[in-house]
């Protein structure tokens, strides 16, 4: 684009050789050792994140899942309904099929992100207590309220997004806007597993169940209902994160407006998420009072309707997206013809 262009070189055109004066390419052994320590930078930034990642995950006792084939069991069981949807989520994908490999890699990377969400959501724990008191608002639920949109919302749908942008992103088979909504589900189920083991751990923990001498069924049986409560909560973030991959892949398309569009993909899928936290309780009481389902029942009926609302708002987006590509092939050359614009942070 021409705006983006220097005034020497707009004006010159292809008639002078302006390296280093107003255009740049690799030319030089300086020019290739600027290349390589450039890419060794963002390797090594990435490497770095993930690196204190895995040493958080280790550190909050994460790895139980993998450790311990008791809780890694119900850990599986309760990460089913999530797998299933972020399965359908792929299937959607009407351009072409995803690398099952770069699914695995986003998965987990989705597991290890979700560490830095943890650490947040500890540190900050109080934040929305302390937002409400110097407001004179209502301490209690109104504090609750706060932290899950200023907090919980934009921390964990952020560090489930940099677990696509960290690589698929700049893989070449991201080509497509609606493979950031494939990869964003992926993230998505790699933080609910994630999750799911930690609250199941540490409920077993709570329960007094000596995890080193209980027999299977005896652990089985103490983890059911939380297992049975984080498999219903799990199907959410791969909602969530897929609504904010899909503006990702917006914006991989769009450099223009690169950040504009990547933080409206943030804003929806943290408001989507912080209300569904704040409003989950009342709405499983709303239920209980008006059908007399108590317990799991009710907040079962309530994520089936909750996750229903933003379920079919996530499908008819995608539906739109294949409509237009439907539509598109059928009226002009294949958009496989079209490579995606190479950005400054892919290899």
Known sequence: MDERRDPVERAAGNSMDLYDIATWEERTSVDGLAVALYRLLVASSKAIVIGLALIILIGIGGLSAITDPQIGALTLLSALPALGLAAYVYTTDVTENEPISLMVVTFLLGVLTATFAAIANSLLSNAGQVIASEFNLALGFVGSVI?????????????????????????????????????????????????????????????????????????????????????????????????????????????????????????????????????????????????????????????????????????????????????????GPSAAAFGPEQTEFED
């Open 147 to 331: 932290f899950f949109y200023l907090v919980v919302g934009p921390v964990e749908e952020t560090v489930k997004l940099l677990a696509v942008r960290l690589y698929a992103y700049s893989n070449s088979k991201f080509n497509a806007v609606v493979d950031g909504a494939v990869y964003g589900a992926m993230a998505g189920l790699g933080f609910a597993t994630i999750e799911n083991a930690l609250y199941i751990t540490r409920n077993l923990a709570e329960s007094g169940l000596d995890l080193g001498v209980a027999s299977a069924p005896a652990i089985i049986g103490a983890g059911g209902t939380i297992t049975a409560v984080r498999a219903l909560a799990g199907p959410g973030h791969v909602i969530y994160s897929a609504i904010a991959g899909y503006y990702l892949g917006l914006a991989k398309f769009n450099r223009e407006n690169f950040g504009p569009i990547v933080v409206k993909g943030l804003i929806l899928a943290a408001l989507v998420h912080a209300t569904y936290n704040s409003t989950v309780g009342i709405g499983s009481g709303i239920i209980a009072s008006v059908t007399g389902i108590g317990g799991v029942g009710a907040f079962l009926l309530y994520v089936i309707i909750y996750d229903g609302i933003f379920g079919l708002y996530l499908i008819r987006k995608i539906q739109r997206y294949s409509n237009a590509y439907h539509e598109a092939h059928d009226q």
